[in-house]
T-cell receptor, first 115, second 111 residues
Framework: GAVVSQHPSWVICKSGTSVKIECRSL??????MFWYRQFPKQSLMLMAT?????????EQGVEKDKFLINHASLTLSTLTVTSAHPEDSSFYIC???????????FGPGTRLTVT | GQNIDQPTEMTATEGAIVQINCTYQ??????LFWYQQHAGEAPTFLSY????GLEEKGRFSSFLSRSKGYSYLLLKELQMKDSASYLC????????????FGKGTRLSVIA
């Protein structure tokens, strides 16, 4: 099956700094990728839709200036958490769907801890 | 709006059968997914239903009734490793669109 990778798998940063998370589709091209966030014991909540070559579409309540998304190529999307706060600590997961497939493939997730 | 309901927690015995129900009310419907998620890991795909009926895949089966907005995931011959969260998710529109997830059902398999 298709593989989606994320880097880093975990990161600890200080409050006020920025963190970049990468999401790559390893064996297929993805014009669209999705970024989800999951707090402990809760389900995945969609943050934004990342579109190759155009601006991301953000869900209501997600600050686009705080969560910067760049989809620079057909295999890479990045999420940058700017001026991180402890409440941004969460599990961030990306997903992508190959063309002619209905299944969304998820990356392994990135656990962000802001101290 | 989008609403997907499933029980928060369930407990079952090793070797038994358990059924996890999911009801949904979404603005559209183009398929229902079940994912398994172990703590601290990303979800892994279990099943996909877009037409009414039962889809069987080994120990796992998934059922869909579109008219009732209802699905269930059936796990047979439960094993300890089946202890995980099970997420019901709907894709409301055709094409490459994001999933709407339920809150997940935490299943504990006990000896």
């Amino acid at each position: 099956g298709a593989v989606v990778s994320q880097h880093p798998s975990w990161v600890i940063c200080k409050s006020g700094t920025s963190v970049k998370i990468e999401c790559r589709s390893l064996d297929f091209q993805a014009t669209t990728m999705f970024w989800y966030r999951q707090f402990p014991k809760q389900s995945l909540m969609l943050m934004a839709t990342s579109n190759e070559g155009s601006k991301a579409t953000y869900e209501q309540g997600v600050e686009k200036d705080k969560f910067l998304i760049n989809h620079a190529s057909l295999t890479l999307s990045t999420l940058t958490v700017t001026s991180a706060h402890p409440e941004d600590s969460s599990f961030y997961i990306c997903s992508a769907t190959p063309r002619s497939s209905y299944e969304q493939y998820f990356g392994p997730g990135t656990r962000l801890t802001v101290t | 709006g989008q609403n997907i309901d499933q029980p928060t927690e369930m407990t079952a015995t090793e070797g038994a059968i358990v059924q996890i129900n999911c009801t949904y009310q979404t603005s559209g419907f183009n398929g229902l997914f079940w994912y398994q998620q172990h703590a601290g890991e990303a979800p892994t795909f279990l099943s996909y239903n877009v037409l009414d009926g039962l889809e069987e895949k080994g120990r796992f089966s998934s059922f869909l009734s579109r008219s009732k907005g209802y699905s269930y995931l059936l796990l047979k011959e439960l094993q300890m490793k089946d202890s995980a969260s099970y997420l019901c998710a709907v894709t409301p529109r055709p094409g490459n669109t994001p999933l709407v997830f339920g809150k997940g059902t935490r299943l504990s398999v006990i000896a």
